[in-house]
Structure formats: C-alpha cells, structure tokens
C-alpha cells in the first residue's frame, strides 16, 4: 500500500473519534494492554511524561518537547489530533514519523491487531510507543487523548504526571460535573510519582488532593506557587514574561491562555530540575520551529492581520474572546464553526456582537452544518452569511477585508485543519 492508501486504511477500518464522535470511543484498556504485551513493552525502554487537562496540553507537550531538545536529549512527542497529516502526531525532535514507518507498521502488524478490532487511538498510541522506542528516544512527552484513567496512553509510568486544568467537555465520557471529570483526569496519577496541577477549582482541587494521597504521590499546585509575574503581547504577536526565577522570557504562543500554560510549564521544569535558561528560552521562543507545532493563535499574515485558532470549548474561548475584542482593527470579522458535541450556545454568548460573521462547517462528519450554526447564532445576536467549506468562507472574509481589518478563524481544531490544509 501506499501511504495514503495505508492512512485511508486507518480511517476506514478502526473507528475515528475525530471523524465519528462517540462511536469511536473505547472504554477499558484491554486492547491496549495486548498490544502492549505484542511489542514488548516498548514504553518502558525510555522515560516519559504524562500531560493531561481539558485545555493546554497541546501547547504545553509541545513546549516542553521543545526545551527538551533544546537541552540536547533525544525527545519523542506524541499528541492528537493532527490538523493536515496524520504523521504530525508522532515526532522526534520535531521531525513527523516517516510515510515508510506507518506503512511498514500496518503492513506487517495487521494480521495481529485486526483480530482485535482496535480503535484508531489505540493504534495510533501502540505505534507511537514503538516508534519511540526503535528511535532510542531519551524521553517521551505523552498527551492524553481524552480523559485519562481509561486512555489508552495510561499504561506509562511517567516521571511527572501532569494535569492542566479542568472544564467542560466530552461530558458525555467522563462526566457532567467538574469534579466528576477531574476524577477521570486524576486517573493518570500513578504510585509515587510526582504530578503538578496547572489550574484548580475548589471542587478539583479536592479531587486531586485525595487521588495524590490514596498514590502516595506528591502533588504541586502551579497556581499556589506563581512562576510568572505578568506578561504582554509584543509587536511579533508572541509573549513576553517577567518570571520569578527565570527571567525575563519570550514566548513564541501569543495566546492570552498562554500565560496560565506557561505558569504550568515552569513548574513542571522546576520538579524536573531543569534550570538552563538558554535551552528554557530556546524552548520557548522556537517552539513551532523545534517541534512543528501549528494552530494556537497562528498569525498566517499580517495585512489584514489573519489569526487562526484551535481552542473548541468554552474554557478556550473564555481566553479567545476577550482576546478578539482587543484586536485594534476596522472591522472584525471571524470565521466560525462548530463540531456536534461542543457546547455552542455557550460559546456564542462569548463572541463579539460587533463582528462580521461567516459561519462555516469543517470537512469532519462531525461538524455542525453552517446553516445550523448560522440559526443559532441569530438567537446570540450575531449575524453573518453561511458558507458550505471553510475555503469559501476564508476566502469570503479576505477578498471583503480592507488592510486594517483583523480576520479570526476557528471555533473547532478542524475548522483550523481545514484552512491550513486549504492554504
């Protein structure tokens, strides 16, 4: 097979959350552990840190993954979902797996994990440890896919757990209560090894509490023990920091959210014992370049100012919206769309009233159609054109836009996968 026939393959023949929703979601982690058992327990074979959170573990892995590298290791990084090809998921040091290694692992394993009926997740997570481990990578940066205590990346015993923050989403698995979901989150806390929690509540906070003592593991709140003074945006649309024992840093991100995920990171370097500031400042300042990573407040041009977006929910758009309202522009305008299992209401009581909209849906099965989201959008307030593709409407926006118009795309990761694939 090709490796475009192999991916098709992948989609076609292991159910995919990001294409299907609830219906690709496995509970338990047998399969998992049989494949595990298959390859030799690969994971073992190199160190790894566990990230998980409802909002920021994307940027946070990836920012690690970049100091990491900065420092001269070997780092494997594996996250989801991807945004153009299924390969940015797997990396070492910042390189994607290659077409070759994907075909070859289908190729040979299929007579093995066919039998088993595995999700996409699951083998997406078994080839990635392999990979990691055939690479002698020195240590692994691990997202969770969804949860924690059932995903399939929880078989790892990591160094240091890592659990950014709780809100909303994918309430139907793990739960229609903050601390219902941070229990899930929690599961990743393992027998005595450290965990660092970026952002609590009362009722999460409790749940983290009990879950550390019950593993005797040791638990460091980010928020209790503030890293970073105060940042500002500056004139290349990045961060800039005041820290309390790093200095003054440059954060490549320029997402308001980036502030709290940088909180987070410093205090996973300070349990890590990491205090090299020039590998810290690389890390941080060259994080797309080091490890690829796209979509979090992404500048694609500058007249008119173009910025896309991954954040899906409303924990992101708590941070997005008001960071779209401070955009000095003439006109606003704000491409958007949803997927079905995202709180869309309230996420629309958030957006500017004064913008101009082009409602949209992603190419995903899961999206909400344009005319549905325009529908809703009327019931906030806003108004707009509905547009059948994201390149339609991305276009729209552009060829209306005067130089000094701010133009912001996303409301869902595959709206923003769309429009990179598109341009």
């Known amino acids: 097979m090709t490796y475009e026939e192999t991916v098709q393959y992948l989609y076609d023949s292991t159910p995919v959350f990001e294409h299907v929703g609830a219906s690709a979601y496995k509970e338990g982690l047998q399969n998992t552990l049989t494949m595990d058992e298959h390859f030799g327990h690969p994971h073992r074979q190199y160190q790894t840190i566990h990230i998980a959170g409802t909002n920021g573990k994307g940027s946070c892995s990836h920012t690690l993954a ?47 994990f ?17 990979y990691f481990a055939e690479q002698e990578v020195d240590v692994a940066v691990i997202e969770v896919g969804l949860g924690g205590r059932l995903d399939c990346t929880n078989i790892i015993t990591p160094v240091l757990s890592v659990i950014t923050n709780i809100s909303f989403d994918h309430t139907q698995f793990l739960g229609d209560t903050l601390a219902k979901i941070a229990e899930e989150k929690a599961g990743i806390i393992k027998e005595g090894v450290p965990v660092v ?54 954060g490549e991100l320029g997402g308001l959210y980036q502030e709290k995920n940088t909180n987070t990171i410093l205090c996973i370097l300070k349990h890590l014992g990491i205090n090299d500031i020039s590998s810290i400042r690389k890390g941080f300042d060259k994080v797309s370049e080091l490890t690829g990573l796209t979509g979090r407040w992404q500048m694609l041009q500058r007249t008119p100012k173009v910025v896309c977006d991954t954040g899906h929910n409303v924990g992101g758009w708590q941070y997005l919206a008001p960071q779209i309202k401070a955009q000095a522009c003439k006109t606003l305008r ?37 005319k549905r989201v325009a529908e809703n959008a009327k019931r906030h307030g806003l108004h707009g054109k509905s547009y059948p593709s994201v390149m339609k409407a991305y276009g729209k926006a552009l060829s209306e836009s005067g130089l000094d118009d701010f133009i912001f795309v996303g409301g869902s990761s595959y709206i923003v996968a769309d429009l990179l694939t598109y341009i």
Do not use: C
């Open 197 to 250: 929690i970026g952002e609590t509540t009362p009722e999460t906070r409790l749940v983290f509490l009990q879950k550390a003592a019950e593993k005797n593991a040791p638990v460091y709140f980010a928020e209790g023990n503030r890293e970073v003074i105060s940042s500002k945006t500056d004139a290349g649309g990045g961060r800039d920091y005041q820290t309390r024992s790093f200095g003054i840093l440059h």
């Open 114 to 130: 066919e039998p088993l009926h595995p999700s996409f997740f699951e083998l997406t997570t078994a080839l990635a440890f392999k």
């Open 334 to 370: 704000i491409v958007f769309g949803m997927v079905d299992d995202k709180d869309i209401d309230t996420v629309m009581s958030l957006l500017p009233k004064e913008a101009v909209y082009y409602w949209t849906q992603a190419s995903s099965k899961r999206a909400i159609p344009a």
């Open 66 to 112: 970049a100091i990491l590298q900065a420092k001269g290791l070997k780092v494997g990084l594996y996250t989801s979902p991807h945004l153009v090809d299924f390969r940015e998921r797997i990396r070492v040091n910042g390189k994607t797996i290659s077409k070759e290694e994907v075909v070859k692992f289908v190729e040979v394993e299929r007579p093995f």
